[in-house]
């Protein structure tokens, strides 16, 4: 298998990496975030801040492992997770430990519930199929923030807009890949059209469990398998249950059921109305 | 490796992707762990057991590379009867001479060579005698055979606690991956390199692959991870106060008493040092230009002469002790970066006048009015005489130059941006002040102010500043004939007869054509996987040093899939993939007795930089602590040498001064625990570049120490809280990070802790803390004299420091045992301090990497 | 607490983020609510009176003035929340009806000007008065949105608390807007046609108000863990707190006899339950925020 490719090949592969690199024809454009590529140098995180210039989120100690950004917000559009946990990889001789690492961002959902959310339609769905905040649009109404199921957007205390990952709109407008995508040295983030990485994501799932990492899945990239979403811009390749890495084991848009709550409304509006027009005679009564 | 060469590291996770074995050796769980196959937990200071281990069940299970190893090692050599192992006295190799507290080399020579450089400078340092079935008792073979019998896997567990199965399995997948169709590559960094045996760690990682026959083939050898961005230019060009350009050894006073002297000294008789002195006749050709004739030996004498040791921790203790007045500080913050920043600041308080060049004000320009002495009061800034000068300084994408990396390779970087208001780059800096000196002597007729006034300094300048070219200066380094100025094509042209000029002979080569070749920029996809043609690599544009190794005796690839380079019969050359780094002559080639220089290499001499042309599995020469690897126990250490009595380094450095004072070297009841420090991939070294930078700031807010679950239960300490951390040095809070990726060792039947400390924070900058260096001590590896800053003991406890003392200037912390000096050395083996020591030895390089 | 096997979390931390939403927005929800449910029951008022009928109209005329002042304050605490208010107007730029706030702002924008325009117009003569009449009935079909819409607000959104509750969210807010309007008219207006109104429009917005109470906690704690604010800690105190006004507003209802304390009590009572209900909801949908959890353990159990 791989191991036997020549160098030949191996600058094949490059070459193709490379021509992707530029390659921005209007189509789906995604990340595929390989969390075993990943080595937590949260290059993707600062290259994301100096080309959005978005200012630092507080200079806190957490405690937590080697993460101090902590989550997903209005100024830190990518944000890697440090999950210590007392069971070993399947494939690493390291005593009864690993040590993931996951560069968390915007899921680019299929069906979005912080566009579908938006009141003033601030939100919209690019050519790239990326959703993007305009942020001449947003009025900080703050609804989108509750209604992503991930926890991603948010709204900035200081200019009271929502905000979250764009995608690099304006750098993929240019020709050239997300910065996070750029910096990252290992390729953990691969950037690119949704159909190719979806199959890169699937031949590299093969590839790890042949090599026995049989905990090796994906989450996010199966409209099937992720109804809630119908799939995700933004997919993952994942070693432990999402919840370790803080992510829904199944989010849903939650305007997917809002029917529910309309109907509810419907009737009960119905029936205010009847109880009105109902109390109203009554009182005619004397 | 990806905590700190994570761009580096890109390539290994692409081997991985491609089925190779990582395999990561740490005390602690890193990010490099993370991803790594195995990860071998090790106590801080003994890789040299472990490593041992590893060439021990090499030999014992005939694993080595036979072929390699008989043709290209020194294995076959036979070795002067009067060498006596290690082995045989309890630690010392023989010849220790008391007098002087050193060792006299040459009882480690070849059969037959006296090896005194002195008495017989023309005498080849190459076996009279060998024998290629290895079988002779005192062939380097059988030597080495013994030497590390003892390194078994018990012996390692014991040592290192390290299980004996990890030590196996690691054994095993080197050998199952060496060979004539794989090899293994060695990445170390400071890791290996920050302790008072640092030296010998590599020489016995250089053992394990010669015997693997993993150098000079591809995918081979032993990659040193360099530091700041061209560090490795720096020693290449160096910065360092032993060595001139192209590892030249800087003159020594009373030694080299004249040009031919120090060429006699240093030409070798055989191999390609034996070019030397056409390397320094071009030299001095390019600085002192027309001065420079045969005549007066082309202006040697205007180089200065080392009267001793003037390494970095010997010239700040000269400083403290008042025998320095000035200092310059350029792209260094020493306070924070180098261990006992206490002593430091003492020296720098004692200086007349310090220069710092910086982005910002660091610990280093700012020690007399922000520093803990000052803050606790009892330094006062009115009474520090120093006079500071604080030059803004312009950053890497505000000037042109060249970085030199890891792999030996020149990368020209453009000018992105004027720098901002006075900020000047270095080559701006040091071209205006040489200018400034020569008009301040211009009509001075005292023949010591020659070197001033003979001095080349003539670049161009250009631009609203008049900065000088820094192309002009890489043509200089890049060498050109005297007559027309035209640039070389290599160091093969460079002449000893004063014809040539180069500023530094191993770049030669780098303007070839009168072409920058640092700036190539071809992309590796439309050239062969070598990729020759990007940018430019010392020497020669080889990105593979020693390849000739990767082909067999007779030049053939030892195997297809590790082709490089090989002799083409039908043209008579040598080819490959890469350029060949060999003699022209075909592989049958045996020299004449009577050959010298590079001309006595023969065709199956791949390492033609060595004068016998092999790789040295024993050093006859050129080390000042043993010809083969000891295991030795850190200065302070928490446990006795497992293996023999003499406990550390008998040649270590050390400064034993009231501001310096050390621990018992092992079981000091005060400091139980052991310390290590390090690097985060957030952060830069002593912090200029990063803890004055929001991004990087918020990614590693505070500084911290780790420590595992075991420890946190035995000392109270709570994940997230503060910690008191003490040395007889000084006294630093931080905060607690508790996680399994620290895990306790059983070490000769005990468990032992171990703390691992970032080295990042000071008191400056956006994000502040204590920084380790404060508790460290003056303590030097012999050879290179770097600093030992990865294992010492201390001791910790829940809580932050007190706001009043810390020792060097407020007496001392902890109560002073007698010191039991005696415990690290035998009887007899007692040195005296350290500073000054004697030139025997020709190229030391400084150790931070 | 009884978890899973597995408990995964990250560190303990939340998944979702928090609403950014200030108590305005519970106001609003009080506010808008009452509001709205008056507007409908000034409509019906409308309805029932035939011409001259004065008492009647009077009584409808104090609902049109509650839905007015209701609608207007409540809007005053919306714009008053948005990050941007000078851009309050681009809820207006587009039709979305995937998103409830944008069609509560709809709602909104029918529902206070046709109010305004009957409260003006009401018992003109002429053709304004038909058209005031004509916008009262307007009023009165918006009212009765604006009074229910907001529970379809919070329960399309990932908070779990609320998103288990969507079925009951909408009637408990409607039901809890008639038992506050009542009150606002208990209160504030004193006639036997008021009394006799508001003794059935109240009682049974405040009968239904404790029932879909109900329903909401057993929707919400399908999965135990989801419901947990409902049952526990501070916010559990306002549920329960909100629950105890409002039947105390009941009681005080059903009470016989017309002293005017007892009406005004319940009343009272009945406003206070119901903006009680309110910061309840609010608060405990952050609590349900912070805990992932809840999420988690949503989700797993299919009921996301
Ligand atoms: N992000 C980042 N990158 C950097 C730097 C930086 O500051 N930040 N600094 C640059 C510089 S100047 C340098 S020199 C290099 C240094 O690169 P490295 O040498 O990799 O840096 P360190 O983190 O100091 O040490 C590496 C590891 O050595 C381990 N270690 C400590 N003692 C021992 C021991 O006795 N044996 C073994 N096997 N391991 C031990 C430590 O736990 C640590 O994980 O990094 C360069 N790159
Ligand atoms: N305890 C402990 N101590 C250690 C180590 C350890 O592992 N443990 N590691 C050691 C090692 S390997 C090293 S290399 C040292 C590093 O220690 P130092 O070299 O003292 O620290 P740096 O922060 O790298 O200092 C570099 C400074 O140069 C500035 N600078 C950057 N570019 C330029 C430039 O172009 N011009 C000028 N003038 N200034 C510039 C930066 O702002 C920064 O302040 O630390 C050593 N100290
Ligand atoms: S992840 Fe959240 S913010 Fe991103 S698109 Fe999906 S719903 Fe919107
Ligand atoms: S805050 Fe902005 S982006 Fe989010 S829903 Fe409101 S208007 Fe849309
Ligand atoms: S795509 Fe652009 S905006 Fe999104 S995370 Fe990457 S760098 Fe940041
Ligand atoms: S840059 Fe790549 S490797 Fe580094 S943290 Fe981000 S995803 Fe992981
Ligand atoms: S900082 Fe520079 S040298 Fe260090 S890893 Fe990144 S690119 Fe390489
Ligand atoms: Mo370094």
Redesign the pocket.
């Known amino acids: 298998m791989s191991a036997t490719l020549t160098a030949g090949e191996v600058v094949e592969l490059e070459k193709r990496t490379a021509r992707e690199d530029t390659q921005n024809r209007a189509s789906r454009k995604g990340f595929f975030t390989d969390t075993t590529l990943c080595i937590g140098c949260k290059a993707c995180e600062v290259a994301c801040k100096q080309w959005n210039q978005l200012p630092d989120d507080g200079l806190l100690f957490s405690g937590l492992s080697y993460d101090n950004t902590l989550e997903l917000g209005a100024s830190t559009w990518r944000h890697v997770a440090f999950i210590e946990r007392p069971v070993a990889l399947s494939t690493q001789d390291a005593g009864a430990f690993s040590w993931l690492f996951n560069s968390d961002v915007c899921k680019h959902c299929a069906r979005a519930g912080c566009l579908e959310s938006c009141p003033t339609g601030a939100i919209i769905r690019t050519e790239f199929d990326s959703v993007f905040v305009q942020p001449d649009i947003c009025n900080g109404c703050g609804y989108c923030v509750m209604s992503c199921p991930f926890g991603v957007i948010d709204r900035r205390e200081d200019d009271g807009r929502a905000w979250k990952c764009t995608l690099c709109y304006d750098r993929l407008k240019a020709d050239m890949q997300p910065a996070c995508a750029k910096a990252c040295p290992t390729d953990s983030i691969k950037f690119g059209d949704l159909e190719e990485l979806r199959e890169t994501a699937r031949t590299r799932v093969e590839q790890l469990h042949e090599k026995g990492m049989q905990e090796a899945y994906l989450y996010g990239d199966d409209p099937n398998r992720q109804p809630g979403t119908e799939g995700l811009n933004a997919f993952f390749l994942l070693v432990e249950k999402p919840e370790a890495y803080n992510l829904p084991p199944d989010p849903i848009a939650p305007a997917k059921h809002a029917g529910e709550s309309w109907k509810s409304l419907a009737f009960g509006a119905a029936g205010l109305i009847a109880l009105a027009i109902g109390s109203a005679f009554a009182s005619t009564r004397r | 490796m990806a905590e700190c060469?994570?761009?580096?590291f890109r390539w290994v996770m692409k081997a991985k992707e491609r089925g190779a074995t990582i395999i990561h050796i740490d005390p602690r769980f890193t990010r490099t762990s993370a991803v790594a196959d195995v990860h071998v937990p090790i106590r801080a200071g003994s890789d040299i057991a472990f490593l041992g281990g590893v060439i021990r069940y090499i030999i014992e299970n005939e694993r080595y590379f036979k072929e390699y190893v008989v043709n290209y090692t020194n294995a076959a050599a036979i070795v002067n009867e009067r060498f006596e192992d290690s082995e045989l006295h309890d630690g010392i190799f023989g010849g220790w001479d008391a007098e002087k507290g050193e060792y006299d080399a040459k009882q480690w020579m070849y059969e037959g060579v006296d090896g005194d450089p002195h008495k017989h400078p023309r005498e080849p340092i190459r076996a009279k005698e060998s024998d290629p079935t290895l079988q002779n008792p005192r062939c380097v073979f059988q030597i080495l055979k013994h030497h590390f019998a003892r390194y078994t896997p018990e012996m390692v567990e014991e040592t290192c606690g390290v299980p004996a199965r990890l030590l196996l399995k690691v054994a095993e997948e080197l050998c199952r991956n060496s060979g004539r169709e794989r090899t293994s590559a060695f990445c170390y960094a400071v890791g290996w390199t920050q302790h008072t045996t640092g030296v010998q760690y590599i020489r016995t990682a250089c053992i394990i692959q010669a015997l693997l026959g993993n150098m000079g083939r591809p995918g081979g050898g032993i990659l040193a991870l360099r530091g700041h961005?061209s560090i490795q230019g720096s020693t290449d060009i160096p910065t360092l106060y032993n060595l001139l350009p192209g590892y030249l050894p800087m003159p020594r006073a009373k030694v080299d008493h004249d040009f031919k002297t120090y060429n006699d000294l240093n030409v070798s008789p055989t191999g390609w040092w034996g070019e030397f002195r056409k390397y320094s006749v071009s030299l001095l050709k390019a600085w002192y230009g027309d001065a420079a004739t045969a005549e007066n030996d082309y202006c040697f004498r205007y180089l200065p002469a080392m009267t001793s040791d003037h390494s970095h921790m010997n010239t700040v203790a000269d400083m403290a002790d008042g025998k320095v007045k000035g200092y310059f500080v350029m792209g260094e913050n020493p306070v924070v970066g180098t261990v006992n920043g206490a002593l430091h600041r003492e020296g720098l308080r004692a200086l007349e006048w310090l220069v710092v060049r910086d982005f910002q004000l660091i610990e280093t320009a700012e020690f007399w009015r922000d520093a803990p002495e000052i803050h606790r009061g009892e330094i006062r800034p009115q009474d520090i005489g120093t006079e500071v000068f604080f030059f803004p300084a312009a950053t890497h994408t505000e000037k042109d130059g060249t970085f030199t990396n890891t792999q030996r390779l020149l990368q020209w970087h453009h000018k992105a941006v004027e720098p901002p208001g006075d900020c000047r780059s270095e080559l701006d800096f040091i071209f205006k002040l040489g200018q400034r000196l020569k008009k301040l002597y211009a009509d001075s007729p005292d023949p010591k102010d020659r070197p001033i006034l003979d001095m080349t300094w003539d670049y161009s300048v250009h631009g609203p500043t008049n900065d000088p070219d820094a192309e002009a200066v890489l043509r200089e380094i890049n060498g050109y004939t005297v007559a027309d100025g035209k640039v070389v094509d290599g160091f093969t042209s460079l002449k000893d007869d004063g014809s040539t000029a180069c500023g530094c002979w191993i770049y030669s080569g780098c303007f070839k054509d009168g072409v920058n070749q640092t700036m190539r920029r071809k992309p590796h996809w439309e050239q062969n996987w070598v990729a020759s043609e990007w940018a430019w690599a010392w020497p020669h544009n080889r990105r593979t040093l020693y390849n000739r190794a990767s082909a067999d005796p007779e030049g053939k690839p030892w195997s297809e899939r590790k082709a490089y380079v090989w002799w083409d019969e039908a043209e008579q050359k040598w080819t490959g993939h890469d350029d060949p780094d060999f003699i022209t002559k075909p592989p049958s080639y045996r020299p004449p007795a009577d050959a010298r220089g590079k001309d006595a290499i023969s065709g199956i001499d791949p390492f033609l930089l060595q004068s016998d042309g092999k790789a040295w599995l024993f050093a006859p020469n050129g080390l000042k602590d043993g010809p083969l690897p000891v295991h030795y126990e850190p200065q302070e250490s928490l446990v006795e040498n497992s293996l023999h009595g003499q406990q550390c380094n008998p040649l270590r450095m050390e400064w034993r001064r009231k501001d310096n004072p050390y621990h018992q070297p092992y079981h000091d009841p005060r400091f139980p625990y052991s310390l290590t420090t390090y690097r985060l991939t957030e952060h830069h070294t002593a912090g200029g570049m990063s803890r004055w930078l929001s991004w990087l700031s918020e990614l590693q807010p505070e500084a911290f120490c780790e420590v595992s679950p075991e420890l946190a239960q035995e000392t109270g300490l709570q994940n997230g809280g503060w910690a008191t951390i003490r040395s007889a040095r000084g006294e630093i809070e931080s905060r607690v990070l508790v996680t399994n990726r620290m895990r306790p060792l059983r070490v000769r039947g005990r468990e032992i802790h171990q703390i691992g400390m970032p080295y990042h924070w000071s008191n400056k900058g956006i994000v502040t803390g204590d920084c380790p260096n404060e508790l460290f001590p003056f303590v030097a590896d012999p050879n290179v004299s770097i600093m030992e800053t990865k294992a010492i003991s201390v001791s910790i406890e829940p809580g932050r420091r007190s706001r009043e003392r810390r020792f060097i200037t407020s007496g001392p912390l902890v109560e002073q045992l007698p010191e039991h000096a005696e415990e690290r050395d035998l009887p007899g083996t007692h040195r005296k301090h350290t500073t000054g020591h004697t030139h025997e030895t020709e190229s030391a390089k400084e150790g931070n990497t | 607490m009884s978890e899973p096997p597995n408990d995964l979390t990250y560190y303990n931390r939340p998944l979702l983020k928090e609403s950014v939403w200030s108590i305005d927005i519970p106001l609003y929800y009080f506010l808008g609510g009452s509001a709205g449910a008056a507007m409908t029951l000034a409509a019906a008022l409308q309805l029932a009176s035939e011409k001259g009928q004065s008492d009647l109209r009077r009584v409808s005329a104090v609902c049109h003035w509650t839905g007015i002042v209701g609608s207007t304050l409540g809007a005053v605490f919306l714009v008053h929340d948005l990050g941007r208010p000078e851009r309050f107007l681009y809820m207006m730029r587009v039709f979305r009806p995937t998103s409830p706030m944008n069609m509560g702002v709809w709602i909104l924008s029918g529902a206070a000007p046709a109010s305004i325009a009957a409260g003006l117009l009401a018992n003109r003569r002429g053709i304004l008065g038909a058209v005031g009449e004509a916008c009262g009935y307007v009023a009165g079909v918006f009212g009765a949105a604006l009074a229910g819409y907001t529970g379809v607000l919070v329960s399309t959104t990932a908070i779990p608390v609320w998103q288990a509750a969507r079925r009951w969210m909408p009637v408990l807010f409607l039901a809890s807007s008639a038992s506050s309007a009542a009150g606002l008219i208990e209160t504030f207006a004193e006639s036997e046609a008021a009394r006799k109104v508001t003794r059935v429009f109240g009682t049974a917005g405040r009968v239904a108000e404790l029932a879909a109470a109900h329903q909401v906690e057993r929707a919400a704690s399908a999965v135990p863990r989801v419901g947990q604010p409902l049952r526990e800690g501070a916010t559990s105190i306002l549920w329960r707190g909100a629950t105890l006004l409002t039947a105390a507003s009941l009681a005080a209802s059903l009470l016989p006899g017309k002293s005017r304390t007892r009406r005004v009590a319940a009343g009272v009572l009945a406003m206070a339950g119901s903006l009680c209900l309110r910061l309840a909801v609010h608060y405990v949908g952050d609590a349900s925020a912070r805990d992932a959890r809840a999420s988690f353990q949503q989700q797993r159990a299919g009921e996301a």
């Open positions: 060469h994570p761009v580096g961005a």
